[in-house]
């Protein structure tokens, strides 16, 4: 049996619309009349029944409808029933019953699927809504929030109950959402919990493959903001783009844990992981998609039947950053590259087996890295049908320069730094070929070398040989650096494409 799992921009819908406060007065009917304007602009077909009764606006039967016409697959989703009740201040009191079935169906052009019911039953709940239609404010907390996933069916067949289990549990959430109506549709998110857990499951039936994924994040806080057009096609990310489309937020949490364990292809394993916190960032614009994720005191073992013991890691400090342009243009763009590895620290049983002399160095390690340059596309990688006419043989673009502002190696008592910059020629495919001219330097610094050289030696790791050819290559590369076994390089590849090492050509 194969599970499928089938996310879209209905995830945006829910978000604002349980999570989003002013001053004016509103009332049910404003609201309701704006969250079916918003749907509708955001490529969603809505229906519903509604009744007034008093000052409540009970909302039944609510089917979205999200079709996605490349893929000839549409998305619907329905909820039992939403009551918006006016209050004498102006406002507007949401309510949303617990437990809270909602059916959701993907269907083909010629078959179903998928199917499920997406089960939120919550407590200690309120949401308030303040300002004007073109100005809204939502404030909102809960004691308990709890998603679950039951009655999954995939291609017309009923998965059985034991064979997948899927819950997110949320407690302590509370937070606002101003959406404004301009010339653009803005929205300022402020969200944030005490704890988030998780629990994950299946067994596959037509298989030995089984598992089981739990975690939990504490002291969440996340903050975002950003603006869609008025009128959004979902389907046509590119096209929203170009209208003004942009979001940025940060997530954030004070500790986090994890484990898994199962069984594939007939053997068993298990991890699990634990941290002091991180954060995750992300941008994302005509201009660029950034991400910015970084993790602090971070803990990692992992047992498997391939493995003689278990796999134990420590890290002060991990990092990555990602910014690239999107877009077609004619000019080159920014993009950046970012990785840190620090102080990386593993357990005596790993050293112990290629190293149970001790003698390496133990130190903690660093790897680390920071590029940054200029790039441009040739396609809109956000435009399907444009990504889809490269052949494959055609790169979507072209690199017009990199500059190394940080590198560091640091291990087993030896230390490696460097920085550079190179520009590209893409108009000569022949001085290297198969690739854009370059023309720049790269200054490197390494210490500790002729030691490991050494170790590695009485290690039995290296011959005599050996080291000696390792030592005539650096000799060819490098020259003596400032302090004891210290040695520096500058590679240059000029204009005309010879490579100079130290001033030498070696090319």
Excluded at 31 to 42: H, I, L, N, P
Excluded at 215 to 229: D, I, K, Q, V, Y
Excluded at 357 to 376: E, I, N, Q, Y
């Amino acid at each position: 049996m194969t599970f499928r799992l089938v996310t879209g921009g209905s995830a945006a819908v829910f978000c604002s619309i349980f999570a989003q406060a002013a001053l004016a007065e509103i009332s049910p009917r404003d609201v309701w009349a704006y969250w079916q304007e918003y749907m509708t602009a955001s490529g969603y077909e809505i229906s519903a029944s509604e009744q007034m009764s008093g000052d409540t606006l009970t909302i039944s039967d609510i089917t979205l409808t999200l079709p996605a016409p490349e893929d000839q697959v549409t998305m619907t989703v329905v909820i039992p029933s939403i009551a918006l009740t006016g209050n004498s201040e102006g406002t507007v009191s949401a309510a949303f019953p617990s437990p809270m079935p909602m059916q959701v169906t993907i269907d083909a052009t010629d078959a179903e699927v998928g199917s499920g019911e997406v089960v939120i039953t919550h407590s200690g709940s309120s949401m308030l809504i303040s300002g004007e239609p073109s100005n809204l404010t939502y404030t909102h907390a809960s004691d308990e929030t709890t998603v679950t996933l039951t009655n999954l069916t995939v291609e017309g067949e009923p998965v059985p109950p034991e064979t997948l289990r899927f819950s997110v549990v949320l407690t302590g959430t509370s937070g606002t959402s101003q959406m404004t109506r301009t010339g653009m549709r803005s929205f300022d998110e402020l969200f944030r919990a005490e704890s988030l857990s998780y629990d994950f499951a299946f067994d596959d039936p037509d298989s030995d493959d089984q598992g089981q994924f739990s975690g939990e994040l504490r002291g969440l806080n996340l903050t975002a903001n950003g603006a869609m057009p008025l009128e959004m096609n979902a389907n046509n990310m590119a096209a929203a783009l170009e209208a003004g489309f942009n979001v940025a937020g940060t997530f954030a949490y004070d500790a986090g844990k994890s484990s898994m364990a199962g069984t594939g292809d007939g053997e068993s394993f298990s991890a699990s992981s634990a941290s002091q916190g991180g954060t995750v960032s992300v941008a994302f614009d005509a201009s660029q998609l950034a991400y910015d994720l970084t993790g602090n005191q971070t803990e990692i073992e992992i047992t498997s039947q391939q493995l003689p013991f278990p796999i134990s890691l420590e890290m002060a400090e991990t990092a990555l950053k990602l910014a690239m342009p999107v877009a077609r243009s004619e000019e080159p763009q920014d993009f950046a590259f970012g990785l840190t590895l620090r102080d990386f620290v593993m357990s005596d049983m790993i050293w112990g087996m290629f190293d149970p002399a001790g003698t390496l160095p133990r130190d903690p390690a660093t790897v680390s890295m920071d590029l940054t340059g200029k790039a441009k596309l040739d396609v809109d990688i956000m435009d399907p049908a444009a990504t889809a006419a490269l052949d494959g043989t055609q790169p979507p673009g072209e690199l017009h320069a990199v500059t190394i502002n940080d590198l560091l190696v640091s291990m087993i008592g030896a230390k490696l730094t460097g920085t550079g910059a190179f520009t590209f020629d893409n108009a000569d495919m022949q001085t290297f070929p198969g690739m854009p001219r370059p023309e720049g330097f790269v200054e490197l610094a390494l210490t500790g070398a002729n030691a490991v050289l050494d170790k590695l030696i009485q290690m039995g790791f290296v011959s005599d040989n050996d080291a000696m050819g390792a030592r005539m290559m650096m000799g060819m590369f490098a020259v003596p650096g400032e302090g004891e076994d210290s040695l520096k390089s500058r590679i240059e590849i000029n204009e005309q494409g010879q490579v100079l090492a130290n001033g030498q050509r070696i090319r």
